[in-house]
């Protein structure tokens, strides 16, 4: 396996979120308008070390979704959300690229002592997520900003 | 004990709410002398059916290896709900699953100020996680009237 290597604090990483009509809350509204992902949806099984996403330079939105065809499930209704690498580490988190065979651009969010991922931090951690457009995950290249 | 479904939904547990409001596992004693009780809220024929609707998810739900819905651990949440619906003050929560498979519910405030979370094992036991401003707290309980208790006493936090 490729060797981890630093991301900068600049960084955009991405997430899948379930859809609603899973008739679960996949989001929620951000205070400034706009949604966000879930705490749920940013949460681990007890025990693992670290929470799966995806690094923007590497893995766009529209990627990121057209991996679910090789689980077999369908994209559509699903959601993408955007986290940046420096609110993450003012959370005493750290991202960590783990590239696998279908996503070069996976990382993973883990806590910075190295324990299991904290999941009592995923309802702060939500809170600075944004859910992307549908135009900016039909638009977005993988290595362009977004707000 | 089955989870509670309505004959619209597929699934292989069909128990009535009677049912569910007379078994009442977790118990009113289980509240605090101080809260009031009242009749179900609105909102638990809704809430209760999503937890339904939860129990026909497969593994991998969530396309990042999440674990099939554990019916007991629904079981416990619509107990769970049944008991908390009946306290004078307590909102409706988001229902959703933990990657775990198991029910897990969310509050947030409508300022957004304050967030609690919730998980209902299969055993009953209730993991939770609250946080605002000024305080992180999480922990686990057995007594449903102690998420209450945060869901009514925002104010002291």
């Known amino acids: ?147 | 004990m089955n989870v509670i479904c309505p004959e619209s939904v597929e699934s292989d547990a069909v128990f009535s709410k009677e049912e569910a409001l007379e078994s009442r596992p977790y118990g009113t004693s289980e509240t605090s002398p101080l809260m009031a009780i009242r009749q179900p809220a609105p909102w638990l024929d809704d809430a209760l059916l999503q937890i339904c609707r939860l129990s026909t998810l497969s593994s991998n739900w969530d396309s990042y290896g999440a674990n099939a819905p554990n019916l007991n651990s629904l079981v416990s949440a619509q107990q769970f709900l049944v008991t908390i619906s009946q306290i004078v003050g307590v909102p409706k929560p988001s229902v959703t699953l933990s990657p775990d498979g198991n029910a897990a519910m969310s509050w947030e405030w409508d300022d957004d100020s304050q967030n609690l979370d919730v998980e209902i094992r299969s055993d009953g036991e209730i993991r939770y996680a609250f946080f605002n401003d000024e305080t992180d707290l999480d922990g686990t309980t057995r007594v449903p009237g102690d998420i209450a208790t945060i869901l009514t006493s925002w104010s002291s936090y």
Not at chain 1, 8 to 35: C, F, H, N, V, Y
Not at chain 1, 113 to 141: C, F, M, Q, W
Request: glycine share 6%; hydrophobic share 35%.
């Open chain 1, 1 to 147: 396996m490729q060797d981890p290597e630093p991301i900068g604090d600049d960084e955009i990483i991405l997430r899948r979120i379930p859809p609603a009509k899973m008739d679960m809350e996949s989001t929620a509204k951000r205070s400034d308008g706009g949604l966000r992902a879930a705490s749920w949806r940013l949460a681990t099984e007890a025990g693992e070390k670290g929470l799966s996403c995806s690094r923007l330079c590497q893995t766009s939105p529209r990627q990121l979704l057209d991996q679910l065809t090789l689980q077999d499930s369908n994209p559509d209704g699903w959601f993408v959300c955007r986290m940046y690498v420096r609110d993450v580490r003012a959370m005493k988190l750290e991202v960590i690229h783990c590239p696998t065979e279908i996503d070069s651009g996976h990382c993973e969010i883990r806590n910075e002592d190295g324990s299991d991922y904290p999941n009592a931090k995923k309802g702060r951690l939500a809170k600075k997520t944004r859910i992307l457009t549908d135009h900016e995950v039909a638009t977005v290249k993988a290595g362009v900003l977004v707000d």
